[in-house]
Every structure is written in structure tokens, then in C-alpha cells.
């Protein structure tokens, strides 16, 4: 029994010691990977509807427009699909003549721009995630009980004299 620890004991180090030394380089792989990945569906699903997009785009018909892009939001395979002003700002998907436009522009883009683009968006998209959303949204509510124990706070001091905090002024 000794002699099985003896060498069992250093075997789980070392194993442990590879696992605990991989896990940053697998992490970053696997994200390499969904993020071919994500790239890789986008493009597909970019080519498939490129035509038709831009036949319904010239002769603005919203109606074949809205219907191409229900068909592709039912497709389980995909997480989201939009379009964005010159400006950066999302296009809301029932503004026809906005999609139409900002689909046409992005079909006439020079593909350097549309990868550049496609670059910063994505760069967006992972630093405003749900992480930091609810982040933000702990780190204003604290923010908010905050002010509101300090106004409590000058409301005790303040009231001998008849005087509000501003919060409670009304």
C-alpha cells in the first residue's frame, strides 16, 4: 500500500500540475475556435441571402424583406442577426427602408471595411456582454442605496433644524 502511494501521490501532482497549466491555453483555443465558428456561420448566412437581399433592396420591397428575415431568424443555428447605421447605432429591425439601406450599403462595402467593421463589432459585442450589463446594473444600485443612506443619513442630522435633504425635499 505504501509503495502504490509512493508513486500514485506524485503521478496526481503531475497530472494536476498539466491540467491547472493547460487550462488558460485551452480556454483561449476554445474561444479561437467559437469565434471561427461564429464567423464562419455569419459568412454562410451573409452569401446565402446576399441575392436575394439585394433584388428586394433595389426594388424596396419591404414585404420579401421582413419575410427573408423571419425565415433566417428561425434558423436555431443562429444568435442574432443585425444591421447597423454608418454610425454604429443598431438598426431597428421593422425601419424597412433603414435595413434596406443599411443592407445595400453593406453588400457595396469593400471587404477590408466589412471585416474591419465586422472586427469592431465584435470587439463590442464581447466587452457589453450580460456580465457587464448586470455589473453595471449591481454597480448603480449600490450607487443608489448609497445616496439614499446618505440623504437618511442628513435627514437624522438636519430635522432639529427643519431642514430636508434633497431627495426627500417634496
Avoid at 467559437?34 to 433592396?57: K, Y
Amino acid at each position: 500500500m505504501g509503495m502504490a502511494l509512493r508513486f500514485l501521490v506524485p503521478l496526481l501532482l503531475l497530472l494536476g500540475g498539466i491540467a491547472w497549466a493547460t487550462t488558460p491555453l485551452l480556454g483561449e483555443l476554445i474561444a479561437q475556435w467559437l469565434r471561427a465558428d461564429v464567423e464562419m456561420r455569419s459568412q454562410l448566412v451573409f452569401d446565402s441571402i446576399q441575392d436575394t437581399v439585394v433584388r428586394n433592396a433595389t426594388v424596396s420591397d419591404s414585404r420579401r424583406i421582413d419575410g427573408l428575415f423571419q425565415r433566417v431568424a428561425r434558423d436555431e443555428r443562429l444568435l442574432a442577426v443585425g444591421l447597423c447605421s454608418p454610425e454604429g447605432r443598431l438598426i431597428h429591425p421593422y425601419d424597412h427602408g433603414a435595413m434596406a439601406e443599411a443592407m445595400h450599403r453593406g453588400l457595396l462595402m469593400a471587404p477590408e471595411q466589412r471585416r474591419e467593421r465586422m472586427h469592431l463589432m465584435r470587439a463590442m459585442v464581447s466587452e457589453n456582454n450580460v456580465y457587464f450589463w448586470a455589473g453595471r446594473m449591481l454597480l448603480e444600485a449600490a450607487r443608489l442605496r448609497k445616496r439614499q443612506h446618505l440623504e437618511e443619513q442628513i435627514d437624522r442630522v438636519t430635522a432639529p433644524f427643519g431642514r430636508r435633504s434633497r431627495g426627500n425635499a417634496g
